[in-house]
């Protein structure tokens, strides 16, 4: 099951990156919020993202060591609050989000768009940044270890880094800055994912079951 999340994660981020470009581009720019088809596209493969990313980070609280799993079970439970925000805010802006009046509902632009500052943006940055990027941190020691467990180690950690520093993006009003973040879960999370499933793949069935 880790195997096949750590790859479902991956091909769905695979599909993520080029519409997230593809959107920016035809915007005019990185300053600029994402506009249909492609944010309608980006934010239903966030929604598919969301059950693999539970069911791996309980995969790799099972695998992580016995003096270790505190460490893995708090990621577990930071990653859970992180997938239960943003599903609720993808929910919303697919589906009450498009159907009402911009122009006639009081605070839409400060409640239910990706243009900063805006409270369905905030709740965002707080699920991939905050939890994701604390999740991440703490994941990374179920994997000791040299070898392929120490490059998995390295990168959830480097993720996990990265990802926080979005976090400085939002509370500087600074969306450039912010952006790097999205480096952290849709670039570097999906190549470690890679090595990780190597390293569910060559861990014994005992092993993996203690």
């Not at 930071?78 to 943003?86: C, N, P, S, Y």
């Not at 929910?91 to 159907?99: E, F, N, P, S």
Request: glycine share 10%; charged share 10%; proline share 5%.
């Amino acid at each position: 099951m880790g195997r096949a999340a750590c790859w479902v994660i991956f091909l769905l981020s695979v599909a993520y990156v080029p519409a997230m470009l593809a959107g920016f581009l035809a915007n005019g720019g990185l300053d600029k919020p994402v506009a249909d088809p492609y944010l309608a596209v980006m934010e239903l493969l966030i929604l598919l993202m969301a059950i693999p990313l539970v069911v791996l980070f309980a995969c790799v609280h099972r695998y992580a060591p016995a003096n270790r799993k505190t460490l893995t079970l708090s990621a577990f439970a930071l990653v859970t609050v992180a997938v239960g925000i943003t599903v609720c805010v993808h929910v919303v802006l697919l589906t009450a989000g498009r159907q009402l009046d911009a122009a006639t509902s009081p605070g839409y632009n400060l409640l239910l768009t990706w243009k900063w500052p805006s409270v369905a943006f905030a709740l965002d940055i707080a699920s991939w940044d905050f939890f994701l990027g604390f999740g991440l941190l703490l994941a990374a020691w179920a994997f000791t270890g040299p070898g392929l467990r120490r490059l998995v180690r390295c990168g959830l950690q480097v993720s996990g880094a990265v990802c926080l520093f979005g976090l400085l993006g939002a509370a500087t009003g600074n969306m450039g800055l912010r952006d790097i973040g999205i480096a952290g879960y849709a670039v570097i999370l999906p190549v470690v994912l890679l090595v990780m499933a190597r390293v569910f793949a060559a861990t014994p069935v005992a092993e993996a079951s203690r």
